[in-house]
């Protein structure tokens, strides 16, 4: 075996680390650069794949260039070549290789080697362990050119010897209406886009099929989604690439006529395509069947898919197991020892831990991740600390660049899996996919030397740079505090340069380079708008402190004129939001991506859909103006005086006491971590921040401190007046509507199971006598019913 190699330029040599030897080749660390224009491309067509090798770099090398290259089988020893093959099956022409070349001899592994000690001719060898890795091999090839339009070439001194770290890297791109681009597509879409991900290392490609042959579940689809499926099997295999289905169960399987007629139609499915690989069937989210019946049902499908793919695995999830499910999940493998079983995937809503789950699995079982990249909120890996204006105006799948992220969550568990086939429901994580195959290939690779290739690659050659600081910019500007984040104009700044710099058919088919613009724009004008509004909130606080006690309408009449203004957005923002429906616009027409629900026909407004969002208040009008009406109802103006000064004051409670909005990061200071979020990014250990979708309550009221799986929400005080008594405040609130058990001080029970009110608002709770007597108090609420504990605000109200 010959490992993943990497090259280092240390003191102008360049060092070749294998295993514990060391192999010095002297040259610079940066060479000339050599011109390819001319060059001729010498590769064998043996077999389809190579085929499909050969076109995918000719094809993308003219894409970018206007170049031609010409093509043979055979070395015409003169003037510039690339010479693709393997060992076994080199071109034509008896073409030796470089003396000091070396092929990974590992699958997949492959070499590039650049040689210009000929008579001064050039020669580039790509040289694959096996056909898969001549295809990573030219894919790589590709990221080290420099491709201008009339211009190809490349340095000098390019090296690469490498082997993958990972042998399963792939990516989940179902052809279904939840997309919010995919259901667009036809199937020249999609092999590009497959191209694509096989230049930064993908090996698989997870379709989700339909059971139904006419099922057509978009209005933009063309093709109805069992022949979309049969048809991307087939063009799977031209590539040598891994076809995976996500099939999930539909019915009762426990009912005999529906366990037989399932398998039915997962037999017709079976027989239609030419290739697959591999099924993985999720246990839950959706499909919920206990592993008692889930089990039995899987050996007979697995007997059902092998009569047509004998060679095909089948994995199975735990998503969603009670304990005592996965106690049963686990007691079957071990017990019986299934050889139709090839692994376990590690999933969303898994509610035990990756490490839990090596140890209960047998060696003889790989497990496979399928980690959501593709989700921001309410998913597996959350973003954390993110500014609720962002939540609620970008939602669930925005254009989402985690480039620090992706790296922290692919390396803190991958040494208990065989790498990964991620969930994703789009484009919007299109940067987060070549990232996570490109770590699964090989954890040294660097985020900036990624990025600069990929901005290289698909935003413009002279854009690497550039692209790569504004899409690292992406990450930082989503964290922490957006009113004081001073990066959001900077990196405006940077992406409005590449625009201008970008040619018109640039602007209007590259739908990468519309997508950094889409994201540069939208978080310049939700930053605009926040701190626009946020002064339009404050100044009607200030209207309404004028209220007298014998009338509060005026008051109040002024408050809501100076709110309304909002509706009328400044010159500077209205530029923003028009170029964000242009951008819109064009991201429909280049790659038929829905960004709203009304003119693209989104299939919802969580899915992506972030034009929906545009007019969404990012202060707290839409409850104010009901608190309003309440208001004037009220029968005496002394419950008015103090409904208002309760509103003007609701963070400030009287001196002494202490308030904690734990859906905003910036405003717990009293909410305890049990992890650093590094360690458990998912959070189902720890504490995180949990954003509901908007509506018109109060703000603070829409995100939530969360925990999840029975792990315990814990708040910790201290200074507090050891002579002072103090009384509790709690609003309750979130999707999980958790019944909740709150003690104070480990053992000191403030209440009692409490399921979340259904009418949303604070609650005043006793403390227990003595509780703040040591000037200190712990607060601890325990999950009694539902998916995991979700407290919205709290005050320690001083008496």
Same mark, same amino acid.
């Given at each position: 075996?010959?490992?993943?190699?990497?090259?280092?330029?240390?003191?102008?040599?360049?060092?070749?680390?294998?295993?514990?030897?060391?192999?010095?080749?002297?040259?610079?660390?940066?060479?000339?650069?050599?011109?390819?224009?001319?060059?001729?491309?010498?590769?064998?067509?043996?077999?389809?794949?190579?085929?499909?090798?050969?076109?995918?770099?000719?094809?993308?090398?003219?894409?970018?260039?206007?170049?031609?290259?010409?093509?043979?089988?055979?070395?015409?020893?003169?003037?510039?070549?690339?010479?693709?093959?393997?060992?076994?099956?080199?071109?034509?022409?008896?073409?030796?290789?470089?003396?000091?070349?070396?092929?990974?001899?590992?699958?997949?592994?492959?070499?590039?080697?650049?040689?210009?000690?000929?008579?001064?001719?050039?020669?580039?060898?790509?040289?694959?362990?096996?056909?898969?890795?001549?295809?990573?091999?030219?894919?790589?090839?590709?990221?080290?050119?420099?491709?201008?339009?009339?211009?190809?070439?490349?340095?000098? %001194?390019?090296?690469?010897?490498?082997?993958?770290?990972?042998?399963?890297?792939?990516?989940?791109?179902?052809?279904?209406?939840?997309?919010?681009?995919?259901?667009?597509?036809?199937?020249?879409?999609?092999?590009?886009?497959?191209?694509?991900?096989?230049?930064?290392?993908?090996?698989?490609?997870?379709?989700?099929?339909?059971?139904?042959?006419?099922?057509?579940? !978009?209005?933009?689809?063309?093709?109805?989604?069992?022949?979309?499926?049969?048809?991307?099997?087939?063009?799977?295999?031209?590539?040598?690439?891994?076809?995976?289905?996500? /099939?999930?169960?539909?019915? *009762?399987?426990?009912?005999?006529?529906?366990?037989?007629?399932?398998?039915?139609?997962?037999?017709?499915?079976?027989?239609?395509?030419?290739?697959?690989?591999?099924?993985?069937?999720?246990?839950?989210?959706?499909?919920?069947?206990?592993?008692?019946?889930?089990?039995?049902? /899987?050996?007979?499908?697995?007997?059902?898919?092998?009569?047509?793919?004998?060679?095909?695995?089948?994995?199975?999830?735990? =998503?969603?197991?009670?304990?005592?499910?996965?106690?049963?999940?686990?007691?079957?493998?071990? #017990?019986?020892?299934?050889?139709?079983?090839?692994?376990?995937?590690?999933?969303?809503?898994?509610?035990?831990?990756?490490?839990?789950?090596?140890?209960?699995?047998?060696?003889?079982?790989?497990?496979?991740?399928?980690?959501?990249?593709?989700?921001?909120?309410?998913?597996?890996?959350?973003?954390?600390?993110?500014?609720?204006?962002?939540?609620?105006?970008?939602?669930?799948?925005?254009?989402?660049?985690?480039?620090?992220?992706?790296?922290?969550?692919?390396?803190?568990?991958?040494?208990?899996?065989?790498?990964?086939?991620?969930?994703?429901?789009?484009?919007?994580?299109?940067?987060?996919?070549?990232?996570?195959?490109?770590?699964?290939?090989?954890?040294?690779?660097?985020?900036?030397?990624?990025?600069?290739?990929?901005?290289?690659?698909?935003?413009?050659?002279?854009?690497?740079?550039?692209?790569?600081?504004?899409?690292?910019?992406?990450?930082?500007?989503?964290?922490?505090?957006?009113?004081?984040?001073?990066?959001?104009?900077?990196?405006?700044?940077?992406?409005?340069?590449?625009?201008?710099? !970008?040619?018109?058919?640039?602007?209007?088919?590259?739908?990468?380079? =519309?997508?950094?613009? /889409?994201?540069?724009?939208?978080?310049?004008?939700?930053?605009?708008?926040?701190?626009?509004?946020?002064?339009?909130?404050?100044?009607?606080?200030?209207?309404?402190?004028?209220?007298?006690?014998?009338?509060?309408?005026?008051?109040?009449?002024?408050?809501?004129?100076?709110?309304?203004?909002? *509706?009328?957005?400044?010159?500077?923002?209205?530029?923003?939001?028009?170029?964000?429906?242009?951008?819109?616009?064009?991201?429909?027409?280049?790659?038929?991506?829905?960004?709203?629900?009304?003119?693209?026909?989104?299939?919802? !407004?969580?899915?992506?859909?972030?034009?929906?969002?545009?007019?969404?208040?990012?202060?707290?009008?839409?409850?104010? #103006?009901?608190?309003?009406?309440?208001?004037?109802?009220?029968?005496?103006?002394?419950?008015?005086?103090?409904?208002?000064?309760?509103?003007?004051?609701?963070?400030?409670?009287?001196?002494?006491?202490?308030?904690? *909005?734990?859906?905003?990061?910036?405003?717990?200071?009293?909410?305890?971590?049990?992890?650093?979020?590094? =360690?458990?990014?998912?959070?189902?250990?720890?504490? =995180?921040?949990?954003?509901?979708?908007?509506?018109?309550?109060?703000?603070?009221?829409?995100?939530?401190?969360? %925990?999840?799986?029975?792990?315990?929400?814990?708040?910790?005080?201290?200074?507090?007046?050891?002579?002072?008594?103090?009384?509790?405040?709690?609003?309750?609130?979130?999707?999980?509507?958790?019944?909740?058990?709150?003690?104070?001080?480990?053992?000191?029970?403030?209440?009692?199971?409490?399921?979340?009110?259904?009418?949303?608002?604070?609650?005043?709770?006793?403390?227990?006598?003595?509780?703040?007597?040591?000037?200190?108090?712990? /607060?601890?609420?325990?999950?009694?019913?539902?998916?995991?504990?979700?407290?919205?605000?709290?005050?320690?109200?001083?008496?």
């Amino acid at each position: 075996m010959f490992p993943d190699v990497k090259l280092a330029n240390q003191t102008g040599f360049w060092i070749l680390v294998v295993f514990f030897q060391v192999i010095v080749i002297s040259f610079s660390a940066k060479g000339d650069e050599l011109e390819l224009q001319d060059a001729t491309l010498v590769s064998s067509i043996n077999s389809t794949v190579q085929q499909s090798t050969t076109n995918l770099f000719l094809d993308e090398v003219y894409k970018r260039t206007r170049i031609k290259l010409a093509h043979t089988t055979s070395s015409k020893g003169r003037g510039p070549e690339i010479i693709f093959g393997c060992p076994e099956s080199m071109p034509n022409g008896k073409i030796k290789l470089p003396a000091n070349i070396r092929i990974p001899n590992k699958a997949e592994g492959f070499a590039i080697w650049v040689d210009d000690s000929l008579n001064n001719r050039t020669r580039i060898y790509v040289m694959g362990r096996d056909e898969r890795g001549l295809l990573f091999g030219a894919g790589r090839l590709l990221r080290l050119l420099h491709m201008r339009d009339g211009s190809l070439s490349i340095d000098s %001194t390019a090296r690469v010897i490498t082997a993958p770290q990972y042998a399963l890297r792939g990516h989940q791109i179902g052809y279904r209406n939840t997309a919010n681009s995919y259901d667009a597509w036809s199937i020249k879409q999609y092999e590009q886009y497959i191209k694509d991900l096989v230049v930064f290392g993908t090996n698989s490609i997870e379709l989700i099929p339909s059971l139904d042959p006419e099922e057509r579940n !978009s209005v933009h689809m063309d093709l109805n989604i069992w022949d979309m499926t049969i048809s991307l099997s087939s063009l799977l295999d031209d590539y040598g690439l891994d076809v995976w289905f996500w /099939l999930s169960l539909r019915g *009762d399987v426990s009912d005999p006529a529906v366990a037989e007629n399932e398998l039915v139609q997962r037999r017709k499915l079976f027989e239609s395509c030419e290739r697959i690989d591999d099924i993985f069937v999720p246990g839950g989210d959706p499909g919920e069947t206990h592993p008692d019946i889930l089990m039995p049902w /899987l050996k007979r499908m697995a007997a059902v898919l092998h009569d047509t793919h004998p060679n095909a695995g089948l994995w199975v999830s735990n =998503q969603g197991f009670t304990p005592e499910e996965n106690d049963a999940f686990f007691g079957y493998i071990r #017990e019986h020892k299934p050889d139709w079983l090839a692994g376990v995937v590690f999933g969303p809503w898994v509610k035990i831990s990756i490490e839990e789950m090596r140890a209960a699995t047998p060696s003889r079982y790989p497990i496979r991740r399928y980690p959501d990249i593709t989700h921001t909120v309410r998913c597996q890996y959350p973003v954390p600390e993110w500014d609720r204006a962002f939540a609620h105006t970008l939602g669930r799948e925005p254009f989402n660049p985690r480039p620090k992220a992706m790296k922290q969550i692919q390396a803190v568990f991958a040494q208990y899996a065989a790498g990964s086939v991620t969930y994703s429901d789009g484009i919007n994580d299109d940067i987060n996919k070549a990232l996570w195959s490109s770590f699964e290939w090989d954890s040294n690779f660097t985020i900036d030397d990624l990025l600069n290739d990929y901005g290289r690659y698909f935003i413009g050659e002279d854009f690497g740079k550039l692209a790569a600081e504004g899409i690292n910019a992406f990450e930082v500007n989503w964290k922490g505090p957006l009113s004081s984040q001073t990066g959001i104009e900077e990196n405006f700044d940077r992406w409005k340069k590449i625009e201008a710099q !970008s040619d018109s058919l640039t602007l209007s088919s590259n739908w990468r380079l =519309q997508l950094c613009l /889409l994201r540069a724009y939208y978080d310049t004008y939700v930053q605009r708008r926040l701190l626009w509004e946020t002064e339009l909130e404050e100044k009607a606080y200030i209207a309404l402190s004028e209220a007298k006690s014998n009338d509060v309408v005026p008051s109040i009449e002024k408050a809501k004129v100076i709110l309304a203004i909002a *509706d009328d957005q400044p010159l500077a923002i209205k530029e923003l939001r028009n170029r964000l429906e242009s951008l819109g616009n064009t991201l429909y027409k280049s790659i038929g991506m829905q960004l709203d629900v009304t003119h693209y026909k989104a299939s919802g !407004s969580e899915r992506g859909a972030v034009l929906e969002s545009l007019y969404e208040p990012l202060n707290n009008r839409k409850w104010l #103006e009901k608190e309003f009406e309440t208001i004037i109802n009220l029968s005496s103006s002394e419950e008015q005086l103090h409904r208002i000064n309760t509103i003007i004051n609701w963070e400030s409670p009287s001196s002494g006491s202490f308030y904690d *909005d734990l859906g905003n990061s910036s405003k717990q200071p009293h909410l305890m971590s049990q992890m650093e979020w590094g =360690q458990d990014p998912g959070r189902v250990f720890s504490t =995180q921040e949990e954003y509901s979708k908007s509506s018109d309550a109060r703000l603070s009221w829409v995100d939530q401190g969360q %925990t999840l799986f029975g792990t315990p929400l814990k708040m910790e005080y201290t200074g507090l007046d050891p002579s002072a008594t103090y009384r509790l405040r709690v609003t309750y609130a979130g999707r999980f509507r958790a019944t909740m058990k709150l003690l104070a001080n480990d053992n000191q029970v403030v209440h009692e199971a409490l399921e979340q009110p259904i009418t949303i608002g604070p609650i005043e709770f006793s403390l227990p006598e003595g509780a703040t007597k040591r000037g200190s108090l712990k /607060l601890e609420w325990q999950l009694v019913d539902g998916r995991g504990c979700q407290v919205a605000e709290v005050w320690l109200v001083k008496n």
